[in-house]
């Protein structure tokens, strides 16, 4: 293992999305995160049949490479104790079932702290486990109408737009592991574990900072302004002769200098444009004005402008024109993996660089139960009892466990 979290054990009982994004991270960063899958079928999004590669769903893999799976029925009490043996030597348990759900099986966190009082538990839920939702469920699309994302979102007058990432979800995964590292610094500190606790509803309101300031100020909810900002202009996309480009214009200097470039400077004297505020109440003129004169040229022609002028700018791209541009390429947000079944796949990076303990993707995505009999072994079970779970179906194991 490399990585700042190398020797940290993890167990994860997370699936889909906001759990397995907290495992991948924890796992890119050196964590050894076992994967307790459930049976039948394991984590859900093994079920999304497209996109596949060779038959493997590329959403699944995407989210879980650097893990170990292990195929457990939490139902049978034979399951149960493989998890309570997991944690018995683990640091971290993360799981993202509805509120009750874990307490049910008897492996909650109050009974799993009594197995391992150091134990960091994380849970990921759709509201909190606390106030009058907690025992809701949540899904990203709910998490963002919840939060006000769709009515900020979209054009202005259009019917309200979810936002095209899973930024609930992602955001969740985020904090969850941010939780786990702080929880897990603390217990460094004093060998005390404890229960890290969020939400894709929190998740979703941490992303309103600027629109929740606004009505903070003014008692009146923020709507829709497309690619524009609702503090500051010009800052938004513009269109070019051959596609996109975001310019950035976000103080008094940038915006003298679009000007200047464009070849149009009495905009700077123009009443309607003359201070961010003026702009702000002007933005549909603005924003007709600046478009006509950035058609003019195409992206790359514009971004040489804009660079050379030293203002903040970039090519709207396509996820694949993105994924191809040579400074992903430069800070290694693209990698390869050897899968077993898709064969060499391609994964995003760790977005996190470290200079002394690089984190790094080992692995590929495992399949159903790859690792059931290793881990196994690792958490103290001898042959005779790997052969009883296995025989009463409390863990299944894949033909190269």
């Known amino acids: ?21 907290c495992g991948m991270l924890l796992a890119d960063m050196g964590a050894d995160v076992v994967k307790v899958e459930k049976i039948p079928g394991g984590d859900d999004s093994r079920g999304y049949a497209e996109p596949s590669v060779n038959g493997e769903s590329a959403p699944f893999m995407a989210m879980n490479r650097n893990k170990r799976s292990i195929a457990v029925d939490l139902k049978k009490e034979g399951g149960k104790e493989v998890v309570r043996r997991l944690v018995a030597r683990a640091d971290v348990l993360t799981e993202n079932y509805r509120k009750g759900t874990m307490e049910k099986l008897g492996i909650g966190y109050e009974a799993l702290r009594a197995v391992n009082p150091g134990l960091i538990y994380c849970s990921i839920s759709g509201y909190g486990r606390t106030g009058p939702y907690a025992d809701k469920g949540g899904f990203d699309l709910i998490a963002q109408g919840f939060a006000g994302i769709m009515s900020i979102t979209g054009e202005p007058g259009g019917p309200p737009v979810k936002s095209g990432s899973s930024i609930a979800d992602i955001n969740a995964g985020i904090l969850a592991a941010l939780g786990v590292v702080a929880a897990y610094v603390h217990r460094l500190k004093t060998g005390e574990g404890q229960l ?4 894709l509803m929190e998740a979703a309101v941490q992303q309103t900072y600027w629109h929740a300031a606004t009505f903070f100020a003014t008692g009146a909810s923020p709507g829709p302004t497309g690619s524009a900002h609702i503090l500051t202009a010009p800052y938004q996309a513009f269109p070019t002769a051959d596609g996109w480009i975001n310019v950035g214009g976000a103080n008094q200097p940038n915006w003298e200098r679009i ?8 905009l700077i004297d123009d009443p309607r444009f003359r201070t961010n505020t003026d702009r ?61 079944v898709a064969g060499r796949t391609k994964a995003l990076g760790l977005p996190i660089k470290f200079s002394a303990t690089p984190g790094a993707v080992r692995r590929p995505a495992p399949i159903f139960g790859q690792h059931t009999r290793e881990v196994l ?25």
């Open 1 to 21: 293992m490399s990585g700042p979290l190398a020797g940290v054990r993890v167990v994860e009982l997370a699936q889909i999305m906001a759990g397995p994004t």
């Open 259 to 266: 000007a200047r470039m464009l070849g149009a400077p009495q």
């Open 196 to 199: 890290v606790d969020t939400s």
């Open 280 to 340: 702000m109440m002007n933005l549909a003129a603005l924003a007709e004005t600046l478009g006509a004169l950035f058609a003019r040229r195409t992206t790359a022609e514009w971004l040489a402008e804009l660079d050379a002028a030293g203002i903040p700018a970039g090519r709207v791209n396509t996820v694949g024109e993105m994924l191809a541009d040579p400074q992903v390429a430069a800070r290694e947000m693209v990698v390869e993996t050897e899968h077993p």
């Open 377 to 401: 072994a690792e958490a103290g079970f001898d042959g005779t009892e790997i052969a009883r779970l296995l025989r009463e179906g409390a863990v299944m194991a894949a033909a190269t466990s």
